[in-house]
């Protein structure tokens, strides 16, 4: 089914229109012949351009579609709007279901969404913008700019157990600094038992932000920085990365330094330069129209929801409203190294210092996908891949991203040149990751890659033995030999460890996954790993322990643990396994006197779809490739006694492997 035309007039900009995909048998050759380097201009993210010539497989760019159809089709009342560019040209741009499900209003591509806390990445910009012009200074402290922040006490922890002491404060090591601020490891926390994480303190910390220095949209920025004043750091700056209101904070440090309030600076200084039309803190009148409905509960008045009118509180942290197309504009000028159509918004260098990790290896993490765990650090705004194996973040190691709580997500990747959108709204942000894992795998599932000279077919083989290649084999989580994507938990392959901090004695469970492996071996919250594979992690950090958790599918583990009332250490023994739901599978069967190939795992892979068998055809002895579509070779591995234990995609410098796991 072809996609709708949509136009789309905007001031100072040419029409936008979205065309219908030409679904075009690609070369690789040529799509990676792209111009990707250089600058892109405004006009190159107006109309969707040929997938082909971007380096796409359009067939496989529908399969995005498709997926998002489903969700609607299943009676979700989120729409979304999903866009892709690459080297600066706009590939795909695609309205699903409802702006407004009640009324069955379509979603349009230039929606406006409540984007919740991709506000961090424009707010950063903007204190960079000031950065700049030497107007502030990175490591001052914030004191110097808001001096009702001078002298903040900090909570102090019981030295036996790391958790905070409500009643009790010490003086803070040194004083937060903007850098802090940006960085997440200032010692502010956010408000709210959501956000307080069991490993790094007292949840009444949290509870207490929120009593005195709630939120109201009807406040000014500078009452709210004002009660924070009064109120204790829950850790010493720069010891701890934990997500926090910091952001607001330095929406207020832009006002103070540049004599502007907030949303006038953001105005004047961002959005008209980069024409981002639709952005700000509110939605005028004449455009409420496009405002997406939240499904559910409605925000309640004066929170960060209630965006219809205009308000004096102007959230850096999570009060921005935008669009796609507009959220395009800002993530080109990052990946231009801070420019746009002749507009310069920062240094280059400076670009590549906020997209750089900036967490030093030993620091405590506080929850919220940064760390060891995630394979992601955090620059100066951003979250940034760090490892090249597992991450939350998509695609090579360096790619940024962020997501919002009202189900926005973004991803740059400066070695493909790839930016990804996804904005749809939800009320309940812990359902936001079953989208997030599909907008994170399908682009880069439709993105080619260089054919490798294929062997002449002998029309030969061991066709009479197609049976021994029968068999499930798992190729972990990458959809895409350019996305990396084994376990978000730990490594290349799950262990169903949750959530787990560093201790001085090892790493404490906080919570195992249900009926993971770790779960179904007696693993319980509260236990303490003392030593994997029979070594001691005492005193390694949270990255140093994670190395020795990981490792191969169906590799068996040997944790030594330590249970509360119980005098006697544990040793639980168990086996690793493919990451549930995540992970890429194939089921590989012979149909009349044919190998037949099907995606069965969570997605699928080339030219192997979920859902339909696709026949494979003999090359050379233990090689087949599929006759039609992207050509995708497959060729079986043997053991040392001539055994076939995996199979190999498309051999080559882009090939994907996996493991018979039976």
């Given at each position: 089914?072809?996609?709708?035309r949509?136009?789309?007039s905007?001031?100072?900009l ?5 065309s ?24 190159d ?6 997938p ?8 496989r ?5 498709s ?16 866009a ?33 806390s ?9 204190t ?7 107007k ?14 001078k ?7 019981d ?41 790094y303190?007292?949840?009444a ?11 109201r ?24 990365w934990?997500?926090?209101i ?9 006002e ?8 006038r ?13 639709d ?36 959230s ?20 231009n190294?801070g ?14 210092l ?6 030093p290896?030993?620091?405590?993490i ?41 189900g ?14 996804m ?27 260089p ?23 798992d ?16 490594g ?10 560093a201790e ?5 469970v ?12 007696g693993i ?7 030593a ?23 590799a ?19 086996a ?8 890429v ?9 044919k ?23 003999v090359?050379?002895?233990d ?12 060729a ?13 995609l498309n051999p ?7 493991a018979?796991?039976?």
């Amino acid at each position: 089914m072809q996609s709708p035309r949509f136009t789309l007039s905007k001031p100072a900009l040419s029409t936008f229109i979205v065309s219908p995909m030409t679904i075009i048998q690609a070369s690789c050759v040529a799509a990676l012949a792209l111009g990707l380097a250089g600058i892109a201009l405004a006009d190159d993210l107006q109309t969707v351009g040929d997938p082909d010539s971007l380096g796409f497989s359009a067939r496989r760019l529908e399969r995005m579609t498709s997926w998002f159809e489903a969700q609607s089709a299943k009676g979700d009342p989120s729409g979304f709007v999903v866009a892709i560019a690459r080297g600066g040209k706009l590939a795909y741009l695609q309205p699903i279901g409802f702006e407004d499900h009640d009324r069955q209003i379509p979603m349009r591509p230039d929606s406006i969404f409540r984007i919740g806390s991709m506000s961090k990445q424009i707010t950063s910009v903007a204190t960079m913008m000031l950065v700049d012009e030497g107007k502030l200074e990175l490591d001052a402290p914030v004191a110097q700019y808001l001096p009702e922040l001078k002298d903040m006490q900090v909570v102090k922890t019981d030295p036996a157990t790391g958790d905070a002491i409500l009643l009790e404060l010490e003086a803070a090591k040194r004083a937060m600094t903007i850098r802090d601020l940006l960085r997440n490891t200032s010692g502010l926390v956010y408000a709210g038992p959501d956000y307080a994480d069991p490993g790094y303190g007292n949840a009444a910390i949290h509870a207490l932000y929120g009593v005195k220095a709630p939120f109201r949209r009807d406040k000014p920025l500078a009452d709210f920085v004002a009660s924070l004043g009064a109120l204790p750091l829950l850790h010493q700056p720069g010891e701890v990365w934990e997500y926090s209101i910091g952001y607001d904070v330095l929406g207020r440090v832009i006002e103070v330094v540049s004599g502007q309030t907030f949303d006038r600076f953001l105005q004047s200084r961002l959005f008209a330069p980069l024409h981002m039309v639709d952005s700000g803190f509110s939605v005028p009148a004449d455009k409420l129209a496009r405002l997406v409905a939240v499904p559910g509960t409605q925000p309640a008045p004066l929170s960060d929801g209630d965006v219809a009118k205009p308000q004096t509180f102007f959230s850096g942290g999570g009060g921005i409203v935008s669009t796609v197309p507009d959220f395009l504009r800002f993530c080109q000028m990052l990946l231009n190294g801070g420019e746009l159509d002749g507009v310069r918004i920062l240094k280059p260098e400076t670009v590549r210092l906020m997209t750089t990790n900036s967490l030093p290896p030993d620091i405590h993490i506080a929850g919220h996908e940064a760390g060891p765990a995630f394979g992601t650090g955090w620059g100066l705004g951003f979250a940034i891949r760090t490892n090249p194996d597992f991450s939350l973040i998509p695609g090579a190691v360096g790619s940024f991203n962020w997501q919002g709580s009202w189900g926005t997500f973004f991803s740059v990747d400066p070695v493909q040149k790839l930016i990804l959108v996804m904005m749809m709204q939800r009320s309940q942000y812990s359902e936001n990751g079953f989208y997030f894992n599909a907008i994170r795998r399908l682009p880069y599932a439709a993105l080619k890659v260089p054919e490798a000279i294929e062997p002449v077919a002998s029309g030969q083989g061991n066709a009479g033995a197609l049976t021994e290649y029968v068999g499930r084999y798992d190729f972990g989580g990458s959809a895409s030999s350019l996305d990396r994507q084994t376990s978000v938990a730990d490594g290349n392959s799950w262990t169903g460890l949750e959530s787990v901090v560093a201790e001085t004695d090892g790493l404490r469970v906080l919570k195992p996954a249900e009926g993971g492996p770790a779960a179904r071996a007696g693993i319980m919250a509260g236990d303490l790993i003392t030593a994997i594979g029979g070594e001691s992690i005492k005193g390694l950090t949270l990255e140093a322990a994670f190395r020795r958790i990981s490792g191969s599918v169906n590799a068996t583990i040997k944790l030594k643990i330590i249970r509360q009332k119980q005098s006697d250490p544990l040793v639980v023994t168990f086996a690793r396994e493919a990451v549930p739901s995540h992970s890429v599978q194939l089921q590989i069967r012979v149909a009349d006197g044919k190998l037949v190939v099907e995606a069965t795992g969570g997605w699928s892979i080339l030219d192997f779809d979920k859902g339909r068998p696709t026949q494979v055809a003999v090359l050379s002895r233990d090689e087949f490739h599929v006759e039609s579509g992207d050509h995708t070779r497959i060729a079986f591995i043997r053991d040392a006694a001539g055994k076939v234990n995996g199979a190999v995609l498309n051999p080559g410098p882009w090939e994907q492997r996996g493991a018979l796991a039976q």
